[in-house]
């Protein structure tokens, strides 16, 4: 088994966590997304979408975090990350497809914003604009060249953060009446949900997880697995960590964060 992944990544974070819990060896491949390595002909041919992860295991290639997620708990079924009941699954896709749709790209938007901007804005504009017209997708790239112009200043900083501040609401929802996002037991939801909810945190947005009081236990909860240790803290760059806080500092004050 091989994976191509990048520390800070959250999509990577989620697979990373899931193999973890799982206690699955992995060769590793990291990717240094800010000079482009996405972007090389190697590694399009196997993610035509220049994003990680990208797992390869027994020769077939996988990609998209939470289907990789779903075939890893398929495949390896000893310690089983979806619920027992056909609902509880339900829900468990159901929450995950929400993160996907609208916490992943509003989590981009707030990185790039924030903490990847001061990096890219030290590139020279020659070096900036080749890195972002390999994006392959035209709206991703649209999106992408406003944030790191712009940071928080504009329009879809602020929507982005709604959305993102809307789907903690509703995390902390499910959390009402369980331990876990699906119930009394951990699945592939929290697995997904963790690297978003530490991306608040990374960014100095810490106050969104404290204002909600059993997100925030949750989160502790989750931060003490195994998993976690190993998957994400064990391979966190600390100057890359140190970097986004100091820019989520200067970059948030005066923004109310709720």
């Known amino acids: 088994m091989k994976l191509y992944h990048n520390p800070m990544s959250s999509c990577s974070q989620k697979v990373r966590l899931v193999l973890a819990e799982k206690k699955l060896p992995y060769e590793s491949e990291i990717l240094d997304l800010q000079k482009g390595a996405q972007f090389s002909e190697e590694y399009l041919r196997l993610n035509p979408n220049a994003l990680v992860p990208t797992l390869i295991d027994d020769g077939a290639t996988f990609i998209e975090s939470t ?80 944030v790191i112009e712009h940071g928080p200043d504009c329009e879809i900083f602020q929507n982005s953060l709604s959305t993102y501040l809307h789907i903690m609401d509703q995390a902390e929802q499910h959390l009402c009446d369980n331990e876990f996002i699906c119930g009394k037991t951990v699945s592939l939801a929290d697995f997904a949900l963790l690297p978003y909810v530490l991306r608040l945190e990374q960014l100095a947005m810490d106050r969104a997880i404290e204002n909600r009081v059993r997100l ?19 391979l966190l760059p600390e100057k890359a960590v140190a970097g986004f806080k100091a820019a989520g500092e200067a970059a948030l004050r005066g923004v109310t964060i709720t």
């Not at 056909?86 to 993160?99: D, H």
């Not at 890219?120 to 994006?135: G, P, T, V």
């Open 216 to 234: 925030s236990r949750w989160f502790d909860v989750m931060k003490a697995r195994e998993s976690f240790t190993t998957a994400i803290q064990n």
């Open 67 to 146: 289907l990789i997620n779903e075939y890893l708990d398929d495949q390896y079924p000893e310690q089983r990350l979806c619920p027992e009941t056909p609902e509880q699954r339900y829900r468990m896709r159901l929450f995950c497809r929400v993160l996907d749709d609208l916490v992943h790209p509003a989590c981009a938007v707030l990185t790039y914003a924030i903490g990847a901007r001061p990096g890219l804005l030290a590139l020279s504009a020659d070096e900036r604009d080749a890195l972002l017209e390999k994006i392959p997708d035209p709206v991703r790239r649209a999106s992408r060249r406003t």
